[in-house]
Antibody
Framework: EVQLVESGGGLVQPGGSLRLSCAAS????????MHWVRQAPGKGLEYVSA????????YYANSVKGRFTISRDNSKNTLYLQMGSLRAEDMAVYYC??????????????WGQGTLVTVSS | EIVLTQSPGTLSLSPGERATLSCRAS???????LAWYQQKPGQAPRLLIY???SRATGIPDRFSGSGSGTDFTLTISRLEPEDFAVYYC?????????FGPGTKVDIK
């Protein structure tokens, strides 16, 4: 059974940093591109970042470029999102999602349950 | 980036009725790389349809997708109680992938 379990969310002050993790199981992690998507309270889905199956290629939404870094450790079956210079508008539930294959241009067929990031002083 | 618009914002229907949800793109979606997701309160989104019309694994056949270019439709032939939720369309054919604002299907 495919499972994605996010962790690392919590309360952080504006300007602070946080690292999210997404532990994957039930599939060959190194064969799939992975994504982060966020959802502000009561709002819709916003795309954040992507990483290729081998970690050699990454993509960021303009809203987080230069502040967030996506990475993966295929030996640990884990996806990461290092978030810095956090702003109030970054407050959201962050989901990791698996692409339906190794490429970028694929739908997201499995999602984690999400981890909440709260940015407040 | 491609902007997706969904209509209506809210659809109030009764169980057993047919639901028709629309998704319109600001420019043509490459190779019909259009997906639909269902999200219930407190849950992660679930993939329903990809490639505009292919059902994801385990999705009942009352869900169907159609369309191409800039106009796409999700149809739920007969609403079951568990189908009342928010539905998002997504284009994944060009970077960045983008989502529509969602259509809420609620009980009339």
């Amino acid at each position: 059974e495919v499972q994605l379990v996010e962790s690392g969310g919590g309360l952080v002050q504006p300007g602070g940093s946080l690292r999210l993790s997404c532990a994957a199981s039930g599939f060959t992690f190194s064969s799939y591109a992975m994504h982060w998507v966020r959802q502000a309270p009561g709002k819709g889905l916003e795309y954040v970042s992507a990483i290729s199956s081998n970690g050699g290629s990454t993509y960021y939404a303009n809203s987080v470029k230069g502040r967030f870094t996506i990475s993966r450790d295929n030996s640990k079956n884990t996806l990461y999102l290092q978030m810095g210079s956090l702003r109030a508008e970054d407050m959201a539930v962050y989901y990791c999602a698996r692409a339906k294959g190794s490429g970028y241009y694929l739908p997201f067929d499995y999602w984690g349950q999400g981890t909440l990031v709260t940015v407040s002083s | 980036e491609i902007v997706l618009t969904q209509s209506p914002g809210t659809l109030s229907l009764s169980p057993g009725e047919r639901a028709t949800l629309s998704c319109r793109a600001s420019q043509s979606v490459s190779s019909s790389y259009l997906a639909w997701y269902q999200q219930k309160p407190g849950q992660a989104p679930r993939l329903l349809i990809y490639g505009a019309s292919s059902r994801a694994t385990g999705i009942p056949d009352r869900f169907s997708g159609s369309g191409s270019g800039t106009d796409f439709t999700l149809t739920i032939s007969r609403l079951e109680p568990e189908d009342f939720a928010v539905y998002y369309c997504q284009q994944y054919g060009s970077s960045p992938p983008t989502f529509g604002p969602g259509t809420k299907v609620d009980i009339k």
